[in-house]
């Protein structure tokens, strides 16, 4: 007959490995969600990219603005909230590796959105928009990273034409290396204003605004 101790610890291991199976399983739905929402994102902006050689082939001009005009505002929203779901999503995932690729794949996403936003400006004279290169770090803790990222929230909130590209400075991708080099990161976290004025540092609201009024 046996032990009744070898048959506690028979079902402990048995609810072990059938919790990390559904922790697993649940791990998996919600990456293979996110990874659905990033080919949405993807599928719109090579939509972009295609609207924007007919423009130069056998499109115009004005086809190519009205376009932008109207799926600039859309494409952005979704943009931010994806990043919030692949952080939120993130820091409670226990098994899934599949997370690093999943942001990788959203920071050229996000770099591709920036760069068709200043193509609307040079092209269409669309510069209604604010723009913020927000420079952190993911390899190493940095608490003010994660303080400016919450000041930007709420400026993103009370400036319905802010936008805000955030990317690592640590990440290690030949698109965001450009990126550091071309305005001089050499700290973080940092902030790049329209492509023009550089802040190092944590920032209050009040300091970025600031900012805005001299750009």
């Not at 609810?15 to 559904?22: I, R, S």
């Not at 690592?168 to 030949?174: E, F, G, T, Y």
Request: glycine share 2%; with cysteine; charged share 20%.
């Amino acid at each position: 007959m046996a032990s009744p101790y070898l048959k506690a610890a028979l079902l402990t291991v048995a609810l072990t490995f059938l919790g990390f199976f559904f922790i697993s399983q649940f791990d998996s739905m919600r990456a293979s969600e996110l990874r659905s929402q990033l080919d949405e994102l993807s599928y719109q902006l090579e939509s972009e990219r295609l609207m924007f050689l007919y423009s130069q082939t056998i499109g115009s001009q004005a086809e190519l603005c009205s376009y932008f005009a109207t799926a600039t505002e859309s494409k952005a929203n979704k943009a931010y909230l994806l990043a919030e779901k692949i952080r939120q999503y993130e820091q409670s995932n226990i098994l899934n590796a599949e997370y690093e690729k999943i942001r990788n794949q959203y920071y050229l996403s996000n770099a591709a959105l920036y760069l068709n936003l200043r193509l609307a400006e040079k092209y269409c004279a669309q510069n209604s928009h604010t723009t913020i290169l927000f420079f952190y770090k993911i390899k190493q803790s940095c608490p003010e990273c994660a303080a400016q990222g919450k000041i930007l929230d709420a400026l993103r909130e009370k400036h319905p034409n802010l936008r805000v590209f955030a990317f690592p400075h640590d990440a290690d991708l030949p698109f965001l290396n450009a990126l550091v080099r071309r305005h001089g990161i050499t700290q973080v976290p940092a902030l790049v204003i329209d492509d023009k004025t550089v802040l190092f540092g944590l920032q209050a609201d009040w300091q970025i605004e600031a900012a805005f009024d001299k750009d």
